[in-house]
DNA sequence: CTGATAGTTGAAGTCAACTTCAAGTCAAGG
DNA sequence: CCTTGACTTGAAGTTGACTTCAACTATCAG
């Protein structure tokens, strides 16, 4: 155990959930940030604890690792995130949650009617409907917000 | 134009939506077949059109490639998917979706609850809870189903 | 001082679902 | 027959968020 307050990549890596590995990811992507000893080795000031569980927040809310960096940036002096600034940014999380549980509605709504129906027809089904590529009008535009589709391999 | 009833992968690219390289891509991980001309190029029955319907029903409601084939190999022998096929699989697809619904609306209440309080706590927020690593009970366990987890790179 | 445990690095691998590429071959209208 | 556009292949690349590896090095309890 160390006697000061600063913590090893380990001890980090057990108090917040993160692996190891990617607390170093996180450093290299500018997430986080770390001091060294003589001999190299990483030391973390306890504020990074905060700093992680807003990270792990804002994952589980669904943003990409670009956007908790856009999220952390917006902070004045990088700070680590106040009540405040949690306050406001989880609002938008907020809007984008609904938004995404609006969409699901409306996929699960749309099969509900079209069970039965059988259709599955290429230029009126919503649901086989390639995004936009038919359906001028109606069902079928933009079904899911980007981040619900499965990814296209671009 | 071809005189027979054949489709070429061009045509069905452009009737399915799908790109060339992903009707080739389909064709590999056993999806949809193909049979061929005396030069080697792939010619397309009409019906291919239906299952590639299906395939991105699937595809939109969220359900992975592996799973569409799963779902494609239950069908006896292995034919092109029927009304009441479609109708049964996607019976179980609106109870998948359900399922998100509800996991995504309890993840936003969650948060609503959570906006102000500022906490963040690793040991007790249901936000920044590292998936049930610290929750033996309570909130914070199983926030989000599989597919609405953002990718760990596993 | 020593050995166990924990830490270091850069490079490469993983996963899904494709796309892109290079280097050629086929099909069909004129 | 010829040209043009569509098609063929296997291999490698893409994206995001990491993990894994090999080969060392540091720290610290005893």
Redesign the interface.
Known sequence: MLTTDLLTVGEVAH????APSALRFYERQGLVHATRTSGGQRRYERNV??R???I??A????L?LDEVAAALDTLPDKRT????D??RL??T??QR??D??AA??R??DG??S?????C???RS?A????QD??AQTGPGAA??PER???PTGR
Chains 1, 2 share one sequence.
């Open positions: 108090r917040s959930g993160f604890l905060r992680l569980a807003f792990r927040a994952r589980n809310v669904g990409t995130p106040t009540k405040e949690w306050s989880s609002r999380w907020r949650l609904t995404e549980i699901l509605t996929l699960r099969l509900e079209c069970i039965g129906c059988g599955l027809s290429l089904c649901f086989s409907n390639p590529h038919f079904l899911l619900l589709r499965q």
